[in-house]
């Protein structure tokens, strides 16, 4: 038995076979032709060209009805590459100088510019080499021939083990069949990544050697919650897994029937459950899982699923549409959230940060690129015209920080006034309580704002001083630390004083452990991830808010993270006696 940590990006547990994809590249040797074999090897060319442009074209299609038109903008990337003058002048002038064939002309081409993307600082470019690897693939798959077998003809359920997977391969995969990914390489920003999020398929990257450690056939564990695969698990550890999901399943079956009852606890306090996505495509899914609306909408993965800037009409349609599903529902856009590890490239953003997550990020990205700035935020104001949203600004740290992003959005208002451009000018603005400075200063901010949205991710990781993303340290990242629900204690009861609304959105808010802990701090808004909903509003529909402060009282007199958890969890399982504990 051998465990692999990696990075969790698709929440889910697998237990089933493997199917390792073949990451060694095809071999494609150097072959010379006669000068006048020169136009039919162009010939070759252009009809391979011509039917790699259909297939992806047909994938664009695919992904459209999958997984929305936004992600499958990463297909429309795609198009513009093998469009490239510069690229494709280079393949006809080894074909037309050197007399060589059209796969050799095409492979030593595109290695070479995958390898001056492989080679950046920037994690982004990193993973542009990935895109022009796909492409050479499929190229020579129609040159040659060697274009590797679909994986949708498996004839069993199995987890997907690669080096690497291409956008192409992740949207094109069979969700009946592939029942997990399990990579080498990638990241949380990666294509992969938010492909394998939309599509449902529980995932985890970065194993760093899974390759090399797993053959075709052999058992295999993915736990997508924790980051983590498990070859060839012993006995025991099968036997946790399976009444883990055993015990998942019935208990999912049991909460179907809450998702269109209310979120209130048993002495009448009515609990707001929203949901947080990245796409409008996500909205319906939430409500089916019985969200009231959405109270975050993360803004920036618009540009992430895309290689070029999005103008502010496709802003401004993706925006509508949001709007439009949710019907009237709470809707919150979070501004451009970009930097650290969430990396975008195109226009004055292409900036390598030595300490991304302490860097030029977030609203101190938008506030030094004011153009896209206020590009998102037109886009965002003309949208406001169909229904009601809210705008907030995320890792505000400083007063300064706020007045001026406030500054660009009345300069906005104002530029559309004078073009007679119809917008709501009453739209609540907020901010994200994710810095310490800020939830020490909540009192200043509260003057100034008219919600808080408390954004556990970061919180936690800069008050413990933890990267979230480091697995050397993860053990020292906790929601249960006193410090951070010291703060979290802090700043509700300033906004509870001031009459500030105060919501909490973040992985520790759809935890159940922490919901009757977060209920006894004061908040009456959670906005979580959609799967999350059912469960954590079965514990709030079975305790009462007296219970939940008593737990809070008690939780404030431990000086350890470890107490918390284990006297959360015990508080849980006598609440819902018959819940999943996990597995180990």
């Not at 990935?130 to 040659?144: A, K, N, Q, V």
């Not at 019985?290 to 699923?305: D, H, K, P, S």
């Not at 401004?316 to 009237?328: N, R, T």
């Not at 004083?497 to 919501?503: F, G, P, Q």
């Amino acid at each position: 038995m051998l465990t692999k940590k990696g990075i969790a990006v698709s929440p889910g547990v697998v237990i089933c076979c493997a199917v390792v994809l073949d990451a060694q590249d095809v071999a494609v040797p150097r072959r010379t032709i006669s000068p006048k074999a020169v136009p039919a090897e162009l010939e070759r060319l252009a009809q391979a060209l011509a039917d790699s442009r259909q297939d992806i074209e047909k994938l664009r299609d695919q992904a459209i009805a999958s997984v929305g038109a936004d992600l499958a903008k990463i297909f429309d990337a795609h198009l513009a590459m093998l469009a490239d003058p510069s690229m494709m002048t280079q393949i006809h002038q080894a074909i037309e100088n050197e007399y060589v064939t059209a796969e050799f002309a095409a492979y030593s081409v595109m290695r070479r510019v995958a390898k001056v993307f492989k080679d950046q600082e920037n994690r982004y470019l990193q993973e542009r080499a990935t895109d022009i690897y796909d492409l050479e693939r499929r190229l020579l798959g129609h040159l040659i021939g060697h274009s590797e077998e679909s994986l949708n003809q498996l004839d069993a359920q199995a987890i997907l083990v690669a080096h690497n997977l291409t956008p192409s391969q992740t949207a094109s995969l069979d969700k009946t069949k592939i029942m997990g990914i399990a990579t080498d390489l990638g990241g949380r920003t990666s294509h992969t990544a938010i492909l394998a999020h939309a599509l449902g398929i529980p995932a985890v990257v970065g194993l760093e050697d899974m390759t090399s450690s797993v053959n075709t056939g052999d058992m295999l564990i993915l736990d997508g919650n924790r980051g983590q695969a498990i070859i060839e698990p012993n006995a025991e550890h099968l036997l946790n897994y399976r009444e883990f999901k055993r015990q998942q399943d019935a208990f999912e079956h049991t909460l179907d029937e809450l998702q269109t009852l209310p979120a209130t606890t048993v002495d009448g306090t009515e609990i707001a459950l929203l949901a947080n996505i990245e796409f409008p495509d996500e909205i319906d899914p939430a409500l089916a899982k019985g969200a009231v609306g959405i109270g975050l909408y993360r803004t920036e993965f618009i540009y992430l699923a895309s290689d070029t800037e999005p103008s502010e009409e496709e802003q401004y349609e993706a925006y509508s549409k949001a709007i439009g599903l949710l019907e009237g529902r709470p809707l919150t856009f979070r501004t451009l959230d970009l930097g650290a590890d969430k990396v975008w490239n195109k226009g004055n953003l292409d900036h390598v940060e030595r300490n991304p997550f302490l860097g030029c990020r977030s609203i101190r990205l938008c506030l030094q690129n004011l153009p896209v700035f206020k590009t998102q935020l037109r886009a965002l104001l003309r949208a406001s015209v169909h229904g009601p949203i809210r705008i907030m600004f995320p890792l505000i740290s400083n007063i300064m920080e706020l007045r001026q992003a406030k500054m660009v959005l009345a300069d906005v208002m104002e530029d559309l006034e004078d073009q007679e451009i119809e917008f709501s000018s009453d739209i609540p603005v907020g901010i994200m309580i994710e810095v310490p400075s800020a939830a020490i200063q909540s009192a200043v901010f509260a003057q100034e704002v008219d919600f808080f949205s408390i954004g556990t991710n970061d919180l936690i990781q800069y008050t413990v001083a933890v990267d979230r993303g480091n697995e050397r340290i993860a053990n020292l990242y906790s929601a249960a630390h006193p410090a951070v629900i010291q703060l979290i204690r802090d700043v509700v009861r300033v906004a509870n004083r001031t009459k500030t609304e105060v919501s909490l959105c973040g992985e520790m808010g759809g935890e159940p452990e922490f919901t009757m802990l977060l209920l006894g701090l004061g908040l009456r808004h959670l906005s979580i991830t959609p799967p999350a909903i059912p469960e954590v509003k079965q514990i709030i529909r079975s305790v009462s808010i007296e219970k939940c402060r008593r737990v809070a009282h008690k939780v404030a007199s431990y000086e350890t993270e470890h107490q918390v958890l284990n006297y959360l969890r015990t508080e849980v399982r006598r609440v819902l006696p018959d819940r999943a504990s996990g597995s180990s």
